[in-house]
């Protein structure tokens, strides 16, 4: 591709930083207690008809005859892709593909109500390729056996470019459902303004000089992972004894009146006004805050480590065009693909190597687009080091509504009370 500064205009960029905040915000829409009644109400028990794992013969049977349909429609989450689709526009030049792209994922849960019934009944969803995000529905949707194995023969890009980290997911091990589309971290925001001395550790949102200007997460999944991290504990392997632990050093901060809030959707702005100082933030939140306002906020992933979270692709098992699908997957692995994505999404990018293309396009730019092409490429909240990379844990994975139910028994009353 040849550079992808045109669509980078810096008016439109930055109103629309404070929307691709709001992305995050409906994810965070779809918490712990909202997901737990999806799973409770399909009756999950941690087993069905698919596996975490998928055979050779899995595969074959699936992809076996299947051809190219010419046409894919694609559910995406509002604000991850550019407006005008110059991406897709490339994909439909390069293969003759078309793809009728919708922003059609408001809320996990929500959007697994509408599709289960379909994918239950073995009828399409009406979408070829979705976007998941890692969690009660992601592992849902593998267990009953809803959604395409993967042939990895047919994904060159991926093999070749994609991150490491992105080849070893916990929650899909081998990547044999999904395709990383984006991820964040959650870490700790700061205003410098107020606060002198940088936070580095978690135990800093406990310190008692910051009495009343901490902000915490009322998402219970972030919430209780900082807790679980707090304790020197990984949240993907803590228990159910881990859980009670940890929710006990979160009340006691919530006692202490240390919690100015516990934010459901904006901390940003409370940050930025001094209402805030310090809070469990998103990387890409700062990223953008900054950006688009100028703002000075900093964010750093604490030693105790910080949380990582990730977007998937995934093709239904009941899709029309699943090969049309497959090949779009693996077209958004180009290096200078995933380089055009990276600089409207401005959330972490699964492909290392579209550093490389948003430099070279920043070398092509001029005035405010250099400079915020090269901010990009060098913002260690969009590509982090492999020392930030080891500090990260995902979320815990329920395979059971029994596991679901103890830990949100744990953390809800925290920021119900």
């Given at each position: 591709?040849?550079?992808?500064?045109?669509?980078?205009?810096?008016?439109?960029?930055?109103?629309?930083?404070?929307?691709?905040?709001?992305?995050?915000?409906?994810?965070?829409?779809?918490?712990?207690?909202?997901?737990?009644?999806?799973?409770?109400?399909?009756?999950?028990?941690?087993?069905?008809?698919?596996?975490?794992?998928?055979?050779?013969?899995?595969?074959?049977?699936?992809?076996?005859?299947?051809?190219?349909?010419?046409?894919?429609?694609?559910?995406?989450?509002?604000?991850?892709?550019?407006?005008?689709?110059?991406?897709?526009?490339?994909?439909?030049?390069?293969?003759?593909?078309?793809?009728?792209?919708?922003?059609?994922?408001?809320?996990?849960?929500?959007?697994?109500?509408?599709?289960?019934?379909?994918?239950?009944?073995?009828?399409?969803?009406?979408?070829?390729?979705?976007?998941?995000?890692?969690?009660?529905?992601?592992?849902?949707?593998?267990?009953?056996?809803?959604?395409?194995?993967?042939?990895?023969?047919?994904?060159?890009?991926?093999?070749?470019?994609?991150?490491?980290?992105?080849?070893?997911?916990?929650?899909?091990?081998?990547?044999?459902?999904?395709?990383?589309?984006?991820?964040?971290?959650?870490?700790?925001?700061?205003?410098?303004?107020?606060?002198?001395?940088?936070?580095?550790?978690?135990?800093?949102?406990?310190?008692?000089?910051?009495?009343?200007?901490?902000?915490?997460?009322?998402?219970?999944?972030?919430?209780?992972?900082?807790?679980?991290?707090?304790?020197?504990?990984?949240?993907?392997?803590?228990?159910?004894?881990?859980?009670?632990?940890?929710?006990?050093?979160?009340?006691?901060?919530?006692?202490?009146?240390?919690?100015?809030?516990?934010?459901?959707?904006?901390?940003?702005?409370?940050?930025?006004?001094?209402?805030?100082?310090?809070?469990?933030?998103?990387?890409?939140?700062?990223?953008?805050?900054?950006?688009?306002?100028?703002?000075?906020?900093?964010?750093?992933?604490?030693?105790?480590?910080?949380?990582?979270?990730?977007?998937?692709?995934?093709?239904?098992?009941?899709?029309?065009?699943?090969?049309?699908?497959?090949?779009?997957?693996?077209?958004?692995y180009d290096p200078k693909v995933a380089a055009s994505l990276a600089e409207y999404i401005n959330y972490i990018t699964p492909v290392p190597d579209a550093k490389a293309g948003i430099l070279a396009d920043a070398q092509k730019a001029t005035g405010e687009d250099k400079k915020l092409l090269e901010t990009l490429a060098t913002s260690p909240l969009v590509f982090p080091s492999e020392a930030d990379y080891a500090r990260l844990h995902r979320y815990r994975a329920f395979t059971t509504a029994q596991e679901r139910q103890q830990y949100e028994a744990a953390f809800q009353p925290i920021v119900q009370?």
């Open positions: 591709m040849s550079g992808h500064t045109e669509h980078l205009d810096p008016a439109f960029l930055r109103g629309l930083a404070g929307g691709r905040i709001g992305r995050r915000d409906m994810l965070r829409l779809a918490g712990l207690s909202a997901a737990g009644l999806t799973l409770a109400a399909c009756g999950v028990k941690g087993k069905g008809i698919g596996s975490s794992t998928v055979t050779p013969q899995q595969i074959r049977e699936f992809w076996t005859g299947q051809t190219r349909q010419g046409h894919l429609t694609f559910a995406n989450w509002p604000l991850y892709m550019d407006p005008k689709r110059p991406e897709l526009k490339q994909f439909t030049r390069k293969t003759g593909i078309t793809v009728d792209y919708k922003e059609a994922v408001q809320d996990i849960p929500e959007f697994f109500g509408k599709i289960q019934p379909q994918l239950a009944a073995g009828k399409s969803i009406g979408y070829d390729l979705m976007v998941i995000t890692n969690g009660v529905q992601f592992t849902e949707l593998i267990q009953l056996g809803y959604v395409a194995p993967l042939d990895h023969s047919k994904l060159p890009n991926f093999a070749r470019y994609a991150g490491a980290k992105y080849k070893r997911t916990p929650y899909d091990p081998g990547n044999a459902y999904s395709l990383p589309w984006s991820s964040g971290i959650t870490g700790i925001v700061y205003n410098p303004t107020y606060v002198t001395t940088p936070p580095t550790r978690i135990t800093d949102l406990w310190d008692p000089k910051y009495k009343g200007k901490v902000g915490m997460f009322s998402d219970i999944q972030d919430l209780g992972g900082f807790g679980l991290m707090l304790d020197g504990v990984n949240p993907e392997t803590s228990t159910p004894a881990d859980w009670k632990r940890a929710a006990a050093r979160l009340k006691a901060q919530r006692d202490a009146g240390i919690v100015r809030k516990y934010f459901g959707q904006d901390y940003i702005k409370p940050v930025t006004s001094g209402d805030t100082w310090l809070s469990m933030g998103y990387s890409g939140d700062v990223f953008q805050q900054n950006v688009s306002e100028g703002s000075n906020l900093k964010f750093v992933i604490p030693e105790e480590g910080g949380l990582l979270w990730t977007d998937n692709m995934m093709i239904p098992k009941t899709a029309q065009s699943p090969l049309d699908a497959l090949t779009l997957m693996d077209f958004f009370s």
